[in-house]
């Protein structure tokens, strides 16, 4: 099992600034992953994260507006940069030791 | 088309009613199907999974999957209050460990 600590749990923020959210797993894993949960949306997939390594992002999705770091086997962060309305969104963490596991989500609103 | 496509619902039965959750998926490949329930203000937890055909007990949980229709259920039975969060089908995503969702089904089950 995995146990991820994630933060902030919630944030309102100003368009055009950034907001770095922190995930924290209680083991070692290999990769992570950064999920966004919009209203009424399924959970999709922005990026794959491996220590020592780029992330890897998902179609629509692009580094310069959602850096990620991977400095470590235990820790990740996702930054949502220039933010804007649209980017009002539950951000999730997980990670897959035998299943996936997840984050309690930090729930952005930009205003 | 969507991977996996999920009636959002929401859903609300009264307390000791049988629920029915359905979703329907594209990729004829999948072997693995899970259901995850997410409560408010929480991440998405494992409740079950099956692989290929057939069913899945657990307790009150029974997952079904018709590869034939491509048609994934969850039934849950004797429905308690505690029972409401939103229910989310998944499956593998062709990228490796990461999951394809559906939109999720909001169940409330009153007393």
């Known amino acids: 099992s995995a146990v991820i600590s994630q933060k902030p749990s919630r944030d309102i923020c100003q368009r055009g600034t950034s907001l770095t959210i922190q995930c924290q797993v209680d083991s070692q894993v290999t990769m992570m992953f950064w999920y966004r949960q919009q209203p009424g949306q399924s959970l999709t997939l922005i990026a794959t994260?491996?220590?020592?390594?780029?992330?890897?992002?998902e179609s629509g999705f692009v580094i310069d507006k959602f850096p990620i770091s991977r400095p470590n086997l235990t820790f990740s962060t996702l930054t949502v940069s220039n933010m804007s309305p649209e980017d009002s969104s539950i951000y999730l963490c997980?990670?897959?030791?035998?299943?996936?596991?997840f984050g309690q989500g930090t729930r952005l609103t930009v205003v | 088309q969507k991977e996996v496509e999920q009636d959002p619902g929401p859903l609300s039965v009264p307390e000791g009613a049988i629920v029915s959750l359905n979703c329907t998926y594209s990729n004829s490949a999948f072997q693995y199907f899970m259901w995850y329930r997410q409560y408010s203000r929480k991440g998405p937890e494992l409740l079950m999974y099956t692989y290929s055909s057939g069913n899945k007990e657990d307790g009150r949980f029974t997952a079904q999957v018709d590869k034939s229709s491509k048609y994934i259920s969850l039934f849950i039975r004797d429905s308690q209050p505690s029972d409401s969060a939103t229910y989310l089908c998944a499956t593998p995503s062709n990228s490796g460990y990461a999951l394809n969702f559906g939109k999720g089904t909001s169940l409330l089950v009153t007393p």
């Open positions: 997980s990670v897959v030791t035998g299943q996936a596991f």
């Open positions: 994260a491996n220590q020592g390594s780029e992330a890897t992002y």
